[in-house]
């Protein structure tokens, strides 16, 4: 009994698939240097970031094996499909090594913040994963910044379009109230419309900006 998962199920090498269907098919196995098949009931998970159709029609995947796998299909979206979920994995992240590496990380510069929000990650969480692990081990001063992200992400971005009356000199005679919403706005499309996230970078309570953002509109 139990259950066994196979973890990127798209790599296993072709003689590892037949052998693979094979027990699948017959519900047995047989130990090394033995010939003796022992009986086996498992449930059998499998996962995968590769794409088993395509690889079937290149003939990297069995066919038969593949349908045998499919009985219940679960599609988990890509880290770039939900992008809301960014921010709070960064901050999980940062807490998890800076306990592991014995660091003092008291947060992330908003500059940095952009870099990995505008990212496609290929790789999804596990690539989110290592990259905040990789920062908060060459981190100095206890903010994670540009400088230490990895070279994928280190050259400069083009900056984004600003809307009317976001830049520096444009705010000046404007009225506070309107310059706050733009801050406002602008931390929220940042933290993907997290509220938690959004309200711990601009140093306000959630209750605060939850009646700010009902203020304002937005």
């Known amino acids: 009994g139990g259950t066994l998962f196979l973890d990127e199920v798209g790599d296993m090498p072709m003689p590892t698939q037949i052998k693979l ?11 090394v240097g033995s010939n003796d098949p022992i009986k086996v009931n498992v449930r059998v998970l499998s996962a995968t970031n590769r794409s088993l159709e395509e690889a079937i029609e290149t003939g ?23 992008a809301e979920d960014i921010p ?28 990995l929000l505008a990212f496609d990650w290929p790789g999804n969480v596990r690539q989110l994963r ?3 692990e990789s920062m908060v081990v060459v981190d100095y001063d206890g ?23 976001t830049s520096l000199t444009r705010l000046v005679g ?13 931390t929220l499309r940042l933290t993907g419309g997290n509220r938690e996230e959004a309200a711990r970078m601009l140093g306000i309570g959630e209750r605060t900006l939850y009646r700010k953002i009902k203020e304002y509109g937005l």
């Open 143 to 165: 903010l994670l910044d540009v400088d230490d992200l990895p070279e994928e992400l280190a050259e400069p971005v083009e900056p984004e379009a600003e809307p009317s009356g």
């Open 88 to 115: 709070v994995l960064i901050d999980h992240f940062i807490r998890e090594f800076s306990s592991r590496h014995d660091k003092r990380i008291r947060g992330m510069s908003l500059a940095a913040r952009r870099k």
């Open 60 to 82: 990297a995947f069995r066919s038969d094996l593949y349908h045998r796998l499919k009985v219940v299909t679960l599609r988990l979206p890509t880290l770039r499909e939900r």
């Open 130 to 132: 290592n990259m905040i």
């Open 21 to 31: 269907l094979r027990v699948l098919e017959n519900g047995e196995i047989t130990r």
């Open 174 to 186: 404007k009225p506070l109230s309107e310059i706050e919403k733009l801050f406002l706005a602008e």
